[in-house]
């Protein structure tokens, strides 16, 4: 099985993935394209990172060309998401897929885990299971998952460069951001370089829609090419807790 920096929920399995672009929604208080273009790029792209706070969205990430993806919704505001994040190489034999699910409700997280051929007592039965409160571990945070934690990094983006009126280039500090890559103190050490370079996208209304970079390899965790898009800015998100009957307390 592979081991991943991004997004690692307990239970043994890497939790990874982010994809999808185009955006909609007329948020009040967006900026404008001319505003955009206008403002000092590290500015802009802070900007458009502060998007992910103020509005719901949906969310993907494509991890290492379709080894890992996520799709999601999210609401901020309300603290709500789903998540599905499927990994194509940590199942067994036929069903080489595990797929994972996860909901946010307010400050509450629940897990879902279907690994075929897994072992039942490892948590792993395709039952619900709600996490610990403060169980952190790269994007959850407090028993709750953000979706957005990395695109906010960029607020603290270095030698931002204007590629044109809505692409942007430059460099993260993973000594200042890399918790939001699922990078721990420790990990950092184990770095050969604590700089990453990254590429982002912003609509029409100055909002972030795509995020490209690469982690660093840690130990035996790879390099990860991630893909990030957020679209459908104000996409109405309706999330549930699941049943009680269907959560183990085991």
Known sequence: MRKHTMIRVGLGLGLTALLTAGCSGDPAGETTPSAATEQDPAKALATAAASLDSNSFKIAMDINDGASKMTGVMDPAKKLGAFTIVDAGAGTGAAPEATTELRTVGDAAYLRIDLPGADSSAGLDAKWRRLPAGAAAGAITGASFDAAKAGRSLQQATDVQRVSDKEFKGTLDLKKSGEAFGLTPADLGK?????????????????????????????TAEAEKTVITYSDYGTPVDVQAPPAAEISTT
Not at 203 to 216: E, I
Request: no cysteine; net charge neutral.
């Open 191 to 219: 770095l050969s370089t604590t700089t990453m370079p990254f590429q982002a996208t912003v609509d029409d209304a100055g909002r972030l829609v795509r995020y490209n970079f690469t982690t660093p390899a840690v130990t």
